[in-house]
């Protein structure tokens, strides 16, 4: 007979571990509580966790019973700040692309077990795909895979370009069934505005970036249709943070060699100010110096080169003056057509939104152009978008003329009010360089677009479904088609890149989304520099013994650690994976992807004589060339020594260069104190250089002037 104390024992445990479960749900439910109900999505901390739940220590941020297409991550932020956190499609308010068509229950639903159900049945197909996944027919029906296939749709994306279907809504162009339907009717009525697909809505609507299955673009055969076309203006758009990576060297083989081009740097928003005056000439300078290693100066015919950032505006409406300057004929009307073209992630897609608010566009096409999908995601164009350029006659030119006179007073009067908040409050939003993008003649489209043409294209139209005459105004209409277009061709990945190697999670972390602040730390012989777990800085050896400064400019997220360099290869092994380190994130599944750390030997020069001068100017701080780790960032080395090598690693060992002279090469004077105890400089807030020569100027023209004053009282 078994001993009542037993069962008492028993029975006591499980008490105790209800009531301990009861606890942590009541706990539970609070929290979620107090989540904001905007957005209601998982809470930031879960974030740091492994994702993967292969492991046995770590648990997936994402819930199992939620399909892998639709992890992605929230947007959120002001103008120059974006953040991210972990979400589902499942978190975003119910509508016609969230909601699914219809619902499946599988076995593991059923409130008991069926005996006669076949061994490894399932509700799958063939193809692997769920039925959730499958287009409907007519009758509300599953069609079948064969049926299903020819589903596709010549009308694309307004926002992406893909091609509209209704297979697989893991990539993109998805569209449920009912909306493909009414987009066909659409297309059989005579077209229209076009829709956006389920990741362009969920990107622009809800600022949800899903982590989608997208193909890799034939960059080549895309492009290669431009080595017949010799008059067309090419806008190369590279990435001023990743020079020469954004580069894409096979360009002169792909659309011909040649060509007029404008090359255009983006994302100067991002730079700090320098402790030096001078610093825009200086990065224009250092763009125009890698085009040249590049070997594009020989090959195009390179008309200017403009600092913009899409973003922010800056640079725009002198890049859009540049372009009617240079690309308008005697006629007073542009030469050919305008394709953006360059590398992905460099912010092509940002600009061509940027030039479809301005005067380059025309003012009748400026609602009916649906604006370029736009995410940290690398690839997000795949087809070509376009708009209308407006034609540059001689008064259009002067009203655009006009106002930028009247604004530029206005413009210089905001620098001088965000360059005083800046000294006030220290908030380095105000360090960002921004401009107005305006439309000249948005307000004058009746003066411009004569109504008589209007009427008489109204005449030939067919009668809409709500009986009135006419149908919306779209670019396939007469007044737009034999004019000139800008064109946003897809972006390709660079030999030198490393983000086709990175998950989105990843990207988050490495991609910078603000300013840049650059962060500076004291090196000797036999440590090591690591940037997150993607890069690393071995210090391998120097003449004299002189101190090394190597300042950093990178994203945020990405954690610096400076330690011996025969503990790094231990510290690498027990922390690469966690998301402590900004990248890579994931468990060893994942890191098997990446391949090893690869590197090469990195020496840094100067002569005697510069040495010399730089020691009499007391200038031991002024950069002497940056380590450049691609799609990361860089590193600057400032040293009053000859002669330092260096180490550099990256995945693959391919993005590894050397930039002489530095991009920043006076930032390093921007550090603050040194922390006790670290070899790290406290990061100090971002500020406007001082232009000596100019106070030295208004210092002498007021002494002239008291002289002067006193020579008139003399007389």
């Known amino acids: 007979r078994a001993n009542p104390a037993q069962f008492a024992s028993v029975f006591d445990r499980r008490r105790e571990e209800e009531e301990k479960l009861s606890r942590l749900r009541e706990k539970k439910e609070e929290k979620t ?145 009912i909306l493909f339907a009414r987009e066909e009717k659409k297309a059989e009525r005579g077209g229209g505005e076009a829709s ?23 960059y080549a055969t895309m492009l290669s249709k431009l080595r017949g076309r010799q008059e067309v203006l090419i806008l190369l758009v590279v990435d001023i943070l990743d020079l020469p990576g954004s580069i894409h060297r096979a360009l002169p083989e792909i659309i011909g060699k040649g060509k007029p081009m404008i090359v255009i740097a983006n994302k100067v928003d991002l730079l700090p100010p320098d402790a030096r005056c001078g610093y825009l000439k200086r990065f224009k300078q250092t763009v125009e110096r890698e085009i040249a290693s590049a070997g594009f100066a020989d090959s195009f015919n390179i008309l200017h080169t403009a ?38 992630n460099a912010g092509k897609s940002t600009l061509f939104n940027s030039l479809l608010q301005s005067d380059l566009c025309k003012v009748r096409a400026v609602d009916l152009v649906e604006r370029a999908t736009t995410s940290v995601w690398p690839g ?58 305006l439309n000249t003649y948005k307000e004058r489209e009746d003066e411009l677009q004569p109504v008589a043409v209007a009427s008489l294209l109204d005449a030939t139209r067919e009668e809409r479904d709500d009986g009135r005459r006419g149908r919306p105004w779209s670019l396939e209409d007469p007044v737009f088609a034999k004019g000139v277009w800008c064109y946003d061709t897809p972006g390709t990945v660079d030999e030198e890149q490393i983000l086709d190697q990175l998950s989105l999670r990843e990207l988050v972390n490495v991609v910078p989304n603000r300013l840049l602040r650059p962060r500076t ?51 690498m092994e027990r922390n690469r994976g966690r998301a402590v380190l900004g990248a890579p994130i994931g468990d060893a599944a994942r890191l098997s992807l990446l391949p090893p750390m690869e590197g090469r030997v990195i020496e840094v020069e100067q002569s005697e004589e510069m040495r010399r001068q730089r020691k009499e100017k007391d200038e031991s701080l002024v950069g002497l060339a940056d380590i450049v780790f691609s799609s990361i960032g860089w590193a600057m080395v400032s040293t009053h020594a000859r002669k330092v090598s260096f180490s550099a690693s990256l995945p693959g060992g391919r993005g590894l260069s050397v930039r002489d002279p530095p991009l920043l090469p006076y930032a390093a004077l921007l550090r603050g104190a040194r922390i006790p105890g670290s070899d790290f400089y406290k990061v100090n807030a971002p500020e406007f250089p001082v232009n000596l020569r100019r106070m030295e100027a208004e210092k002498n023209r007021r002494k002239f002037g008291v002289k002067r004053k006193e020579r008139n009282r003399d007389e």
């Open 196 to 218: 956006l697909c389920k990741r362009c809505h969920l990107i622009k609507n809800h600022h949800f970036l899903p982590n989608v299955n997208v193909c890799p673009v034939d």
């Open 521 to 571: 730390v004291i090196l000797s012989p036999g440590r090591s520099l690591l940037i997150g777990g993607l890069a690393r800085l071995d210090f391998l050896q120097m003449e004299k013994k002189r101190p090394v400064w190597v300042t950093v400019f990178t994203n945020d997220a990405l954690p610096l650690n400076v330690m011996e360099t025969e503990r790094t290869d231990e510290f």
């Open 307 to 344: 600092l913009v950032s899409a973003k922010t505006g800056y640079g725009i409406e002198d890049l859009i003056t540049e372009i009617h300057m240079k690309w308008t004929n005697v006629r007073s009307s542009m030469r050919d057509d305008i394709f953006l073209v360059g590398c992905t």
């Open 33 to 177: 509580k107090k989540e904001e109900e905007a957005f209601p999505f998982r809470a930031d901390e879960k974030i740091e966790e492994s994702g993967e739940s292969s492991s046995p220590s770590s648990s997936s941020f994402i819930d199992s019973s939620i399909p892998v297409s639709d992890q992605g991550f929230f947007i959120s932020g002001n103008l120059y700040v974006d953040e991210y956190s972990a979400a589902t499609i499942s978190d975003l308010p119910e509508d016609e692309m969230t909601v699914a068509s219809r619902e499946v229950f599988g076995c593991e639903d059923a409130v008991e077990t069926i005996d006669f159900q076949l061994p490894g049945q399932d509700l799958k197909d063939a193809s692997g795909r769920s039925s959730s996944s499958s287009p409907l027919d007519e009758d509300g029906g599953i069609m079948g895979d064969e049926e299903a296939m020819d589903i596709r749709s010549e009308r694309k994306c307004g926002g992406c370009g893909a091609n509209y279907h209704c297979i697989d809504d893991a990539l993109p162009g998805y569209l449920p069934p």
């Open 380 to 437: 997000t164009t795949l087809s070509l978008l376009k708009f209308p350029v407006m034609r540059p006659s001689a008064y259009k030119l002067e009203l655009r003329k006009r106002r930028l006179i009247s604004h530029k007073a206005w413009v210089q009067k905001e620098a001088y009010a965000r360059k005083k908040a800046l000294q006030t409050t220290g908030d380095s939003n105000m360090a960002v360089l921004v401009e107005p993008v």
